[in-house]
C-alpha cells in the first residue's frame, strides 16, 4: 500500500508543469514637453513617467532608461524604455 502511494506521489509530481521563471516586460514610452519658460525637457520627462505608471511600472526612476531626448528648451521629446519583472 505505501508503495502504492509512493509510485502514485511520484507519477503526479512528474506529470505536473514546472514553473516558469519570470518573464521581463520591457515597453517604450514617449514623453512630449513643451515650454516658454523653457521647462520643456522637465514636461518630456514627466509626460513619459506618467504614461510608464500609467503601464503599470511602479518605481520609473529605478525601471526606466531614458534611450533618446531630443529637443530644445522650449520643445523637448524623449523616450524611456521600462523593464519590470511580470
Known sequence: MILRALALSAAIALSAPA???A???TAQFRGD???SFGFAWDYARWDA???AIADGFTDPPSQ???IF???SYYSAMVIW???REI
Do not use: I, L, N, Q
Request: glycine share 10%; hydrophobic share 25%.
Open 69 to 71: 531626448a531630443f529637443g
Open 19 to 21: 514553473t516558469a521563471a
Open 64 to 66: 526606466c532608461v531614458e
Open 49 to 51: 513617467r506618467d504614461k
Open 23 to 25: 518573464e521581463p516586460y
Open 33 to 35: 514637453g513643451s515650454s
Open 81 to 83: 524604455e521600462c523593464t
